[in-house]
């Protein structure tokens, strides 16, 4: 297959198995998942599924205990851990249900942290977390810092932090978790226009039926294992 036709995301009989003192502890049994490029995939299940595990798997947080996973054609469970580190950053980005800012940082700084593990020069730094935090709706709140903002901006400006390295894939954990409903549609909207207008392929976690009705598609997780939803074809 070439790159253009294969899915950005292949997974092949993936297993975690975490170890609790002499205990084996299976979370994913045998996953298969393809994620094409373009994708907004939402990943439901009830609390202890495995749905964050396979999220961190995907976004190179956490290994497969076995299995295959492929993303844009690399095995990145065979990555040194410190190409690894530079795969994530190149490739990923994340986007958490508290917003991790750093409080003493601007908005604009916050954006560019991602951009320091790279050689890119200040200006070009400050020039690309512009355009993020323009693309977001607030290159007006650049200069604020993440107290002086409201719960919806501060998303929005984790979202541009997530953005401004132009990764191939958006990892998002429960992103309006901590959001009320109008502030949540808002967001959600948002990553839909980044998957419909500008191509990101996004990966979601969420108990929020109302949150996976924003993606294209949702994929249902049950006790580490895979489970078809009549409502989807």
Not at 60 to 69: E, F, M, N, Q, V
Not at 201 to 223: F, G, N, Q, S
């Amino acid at each position: 297959m070439d790159d253009a036709t294969r899915p950005l995301v292949e997974i092949r009989a993936l297993t975690k198995i975490y170890t609790r003192g002499k205990q084996l502890v299976p979370v994913l049994h045998g996953i298969d998942l393809d994620i094409p490029r373009g994708d907004f995939v939402a990943l439901m299940g009830p609390s202890g599924s495995g749905k964050t595990t396979l999220l961190n798997i995907i976004g190179g947080l956490d290994t497969p205990s076995d299995g295959r996973l492929l993303v844009n054609g690399v095995a990145i469970e065979d990555l040194p851990a410190d190409a690894l580190a530079a795969w994530r950053a190149d490739t990923v980005g994340f986007i958490f249900q508290s917003y991790n800012l750093m409080p003493v940082l601007t908005a604009q700084k916050n954006v560019e942290l991602p951009l320091l593990l790279t050689d890119m020069g200040s200006g070009e730094r400050a020039k690309r977390a512009k355009i993020a935090l323009d693309l977001v709706g607030l290159g007006d709140r650049a200069r604020h810092k993440p107290n002086e903002l409201s719960g919806g901006q501060q998303q929005r400006v984790a979202i541009a932090r997530a953005l401004v390295s132009d990764p191939l894939l958006l990892i998002c954990d429960e992103p309006t978790g901590d959001l009320d409903r109008k502030t949540a549609d808002e967001v959600l909207t948002l990553m839909q226009t980044l998957n419909r207008d500008y191509g990101k392929t996004i990966v979601m976690v969420t108990h929020d039926p109302k949150a996976a009705e924003y993606a294209r598609r949702t994929v249902h997780l049950d006790k580490g294992r895979l489970v078809d939803d009549p409502g989807h074809h």
